[in-house]
């Protein structure tokens, strides 16, 4: 890693009650004092209100929405708007994780807006990337992440493209206890930033966090974040226990 910002993001995806949620918080807070670490936490949308109160005086912790809609308001029930996330506390939000454009299926078209509306507003992308194990034992995982980058995130200007975080998440590691190699991860992370630096130039492409996400736990993580190109995680199933968070987020 360069001079870039080292940061340990817990995606809780659909877990946790409220309760649950605090409890969890006050935990890693307690555990965690490493200053160093900017820890983003992408809670679900009902819990981002009340954390906001207890990480307000921690300021390397911050919150993240899991989603939001690429329109500022109106007739789409049950969204959500980024006005509203950061009205309740957001600074980030995850856009194109791969849960999403499965299940709700988000096409890098309806990504490429959602990211260039939540800059707009002033809220962050964490813009997820990854490919299946079709595809990477196919060999085309290079060509498909270069693909979902041109469509969903390429189309920023490079004043709005300087605000994003990348997190590559291989689909075949995410929630599979199959973590990429470290030098998968740093293959591919280095990839990225050569894509990034085409488009966009070796100052920018220096500066962009590219987030490793797929099965990171504690015993994984420091290898991960100790190749040059791998600026930290996004973390799934560990971020849902306070002691393998704050050993994953002192692991760099
Ligand atoms: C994720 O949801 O982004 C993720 C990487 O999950 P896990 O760590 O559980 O694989």
């Not at 340990?8 to 009650?17: E, R, S, V, Y």
């Amino acid at each position: 890693m360069e001079n870039r910002q080292q940061i340990a993001a817990g995606n809780w995806k659909m877990n946790k009650t409220f309760e649950e949620g605090i409890a969890l918080v006050k935990e890693i807070i307690e555990k965690s004092n490493n200053e160093r670490t900017l820890v983003i936490l992408a809670v679900p949308f009902t819990h981002l209100n009340g954390i906001a109160d207890l990480v307000a005086p921690i300021p390397n912790i911050k919150l993240a929405a899991q989603n939001c809609h690429e329109k500022e308001s109106g007739a789409f029930t049950g969204e959500i708007s980024a006005n509203m996330l950061l009205s309740v506390g957001a600074d980030y939000v995850i856009l194109g994780h791969s849960e999403r454009r499965e299940h709700f299926k988000e096409s890098n078209e309806v990504l490429a807006k959602k990211v260039e509306h939540a800059i707009s507003k002033g809220l962050i992308p964490i813009f997820c990337c990854g490919e299946s194990l079709r595809i990477r034992k196919a060999k085309i995982h290079v060509d498909f992440v270069s693909n979902q980058l041109n469509e969903g995130l390429f189309h920023l200007n490079p004043e709005a493209f300087s605000k994003v975080i990348i997190a590559y998440e291989p689909i075949w590691a995410i929630g599979t206890g199959e973590t990429a190699t470290p030098e998968q991860a740093q293959n591919m992370h280095k990839e990225i930033r050569a894509l990034i630096e085409k488009k966009y130039g070796h100052d920018l492409a220096q500066n962009i966090p590219i987030l490793y996400g797929g099965s990171v736990k504690p015993d994984s993580a420091k290898d991960l974040f100790h190749q040059p190109d791998v600026d930290g995680g996004l973390v799934g199933g560990a971020s849902l226990n306070a002691d393998d968070f704050v050993a994953i987020l002192n692991s760099f």
